[in-house]
């Protein structure tokens, strides 16, 4: 039986660091105290983009040419190229044709974008994963997942305006004869909140024609509590551990959506995880959204926490609300 092998991880923040306190008095002049929400979500900083020539494909791009480098690659090795985004740059072309361009893929490579919201790239290498173990002709695949919420931010908004970071992560994944890597995923979708996030707030059909103008193109987000996911979660993830005759202490690291440490505790808790298995780094790097499980398996490899044989978890939640979960083998 194939299987699906990380070959290795990389990722892209800007060097511009911004703390709390930013944010903090940005919305102490509007009358509303964010301090709560703040250390709620285990906000601490978080890198932002701070000139005109980045956005989610630039530093999509260099998560990528990062990640080549390391693993000694160059775009002609890869034969899929996945982009997940749920702000990308463009609408079309693909973002994955424009990277392709950027680091001369081959002409044989399959360029495809894809968008589950925050839950993007975890989706995004489940499909890929299940795709190329049903195509042998696809060897290696590169996956990309880049957000940059702020230019669509409500000011006014502070869970869109004063949570998010800008970073960008990139995996290779390599097919290999024999079951190694990825080993089982599991998805739970759930609409009751689907229309708590839109954007655009009117639809792009409406954009420009019904007050929806460059200055009012932010996310239309409707406050609800955000720990409506966590029992469905945590019930998915105890089935694909059970089916998988997985026990949670075979868990290494638990790579989760970096949206709240609130529901990274308590997901951990409910499924018998021990805080020091599930990484949290959004304190660092703020809400990073789609790539976030990706950047938490980055630091569980680059502190030493993982190494190659090691089970990792992963779980995120997507806008509306859909949650992935998947199991794979370092």
Not at 80 to 88: D, V
Not at 298 to 306: E, N, V, Y
Request: aromatic content about 8%.
């Amino acid at each position: 039986m194939a299987g699906i092998r990380i070959v290795d991880i990389d990722i892209y923040h800007p060097s511009n660091k911004v703390g709390n306190d930013v944010y903090i008095e940005h919305f102490d002049a509007r009358g509303v105290d964010i301090r709560g929400l703040l250390k709620a979500l285990g906000r601490d900083q978080r890198y932002k983009i701070d000139n005109e020539d980045e956005n989610s494909l630039s530093m999509a791009f260099e998560a990528a040419s990062n990640v080549l480098e390391k693993a000694g690659l160059t775009g002609a090795d890869i034969d899929l190229i996945a982009y997940a985004s749920q702000t990308p740059e463009y609408i079309f072309p693909t973002n994955s044709l424009m990277i392709h361009r950027l680091i001369n893929g081959a002409s044989h490579t399959i360029c495809i974008d894809s968008n589950a919201n925050c839950a993007g790239m975890t989706a995004a290498f489940e499909q890929v994963s299940r795709q190329m173990l049903g195509n042998p002709r696809i060897r290696r695949a590169l996956i990309i997942g880049s957000d940059y919420i702020a230019p669509h931010a409500n000011p006014d908004d502070p869970v869109y305006f004063a949570n998010f970071g800008d970073a960008a992560a990139a995996v290779i994944v390599e097919r290999e004869e024999q079951r190694v890597g990825f080993i089982d995923s599991i998805y739970q979708t759930d609409t009751c909140v689907y229309g708590n996030s839109l954007f655009p707030a009117e639809g792009l059909a409406k954009l420009g024609k019904t007050g929806v103008d460059a200055g009012a193109f932010h996310v239309k987000f409707t406050p609800f509590d955000d720990s409506i996911c966590v029992d469905a979660a945590s019930e998915s993830i105890r089935t694909l551990l059970a089916r998988n005759e997985i026990a949670p202490s075979e868990i290494k690291a638990a790579c989760f959506s970096q949206l709240s440490i609130a529901n990274i505790r308590a997901v951990s808790a409910n499924i018998g995880i021990a805080d020091e298995i599930a990484v949290y780094i959004g304190d660092e790097f703020g809400y990073t959204s789609t790539s976030s499980p990706f950047i938490a398996l980055h630091r569980a490899i680059a502190s030493g926490q993982i190494e190659r044989g090691d089970k990792v978890l992963f779980w995120t939640v997507g806008a509306g609300w859909q949650n992935v979960a998947m199991i794979v083998e370092y």
